[in-house]
């Protein structure tokens, strides 16, 4: 039986490709290559996945958008890519405090049971987000 456990534990676990912050970014790539900005929208706009219209506004795609946090229609005029980079890995490391989810870590992080043990995006999902965001100029959700 334990060894079931053990196995399930392994499969479960990601590796996490490591991050260096430098101030307030990430300011490479986590996994050396630029994101899709089309496939980020559809993980940024959808309630399932990227959660975010769940607690922001100005995503685009006609979802219904929480005012949790900030609007987001210009952030990509606001932050770099970077400092985009480390909100989405681990909002904590600037805001303890912050609602905002890890979705790059696996401990520590509370999540429903079904992320447990796996980062909530993967690192392409990660940087297709930011891909799109960085297209969110100002305008309502529009590049």
């Given at each position: 039986?334990?060894r079931r456990?053990?196995v399930?534990l392994?499969?479960?676990?990601?590796?996490?490709?490591?991050?260096?912050?430098?101030?307030?970014?990430?300011?490479?790539?986590?996994?050396?290559?630029?994101?899709?900005?089309?496939?980020?929208r559809v993980?940024a706009?959808?309630t399932?996945?990227?959660?975010?219209?769940?607690?922001?506004?100005?995503?685009?795609g006609?979802?219904?958008?929480g005012?949790l946090?900030?609007d987001?229609?210009?952030?990509?005029a606001r932050l770099t890519?970077?400092?985009?980079r480390l909100?989405?890995?681990?909002g904590?490391?600037?805001?303890?405090?912050?609602?905002?989810?890890s979705y790059y870590r696996?401990?520590?992080?509370q999540?429903?049971?079904?992320?447990?043990?796996?980062?909530?995006?993967e690192?392409?999902e990660?940087e297709?987000?930011?891909a799109?965001?960085?297209t969110?100029?100002?305008?309502r959700g529009t590049?």
């Open positions: 039986m334990r456990a053990a399930l392994a499969l479960t676990q990601t590796a996490l490709a490591p991050v260096t912050v430098v101030g307030d970014a990430i300011p490479l790539p986590l996994d050396g290559r630029t994101g899709d900005a089309e496939r980020g993980i706009t959808d399932r996945k990227g959660l975010c219209p769940l607690c922001h506004t100005g995503l685009g006609g979802a219904p958008a005012d946090g900030p987001l229609s210009d952030v990509g890519e970077g400092q985009l909100r989405l890995v681990d904590r490391i600037l805001n303890p405090a912050t609602l905002m989810p696996v401990d520590g992080a999540v429903a049971a079904a992320w447990r043990g796996r980062p909530v995006l690192v392409g990660i297709d987000v930011i799109y965001l960085v969110l100029k100002g305008g590049p």
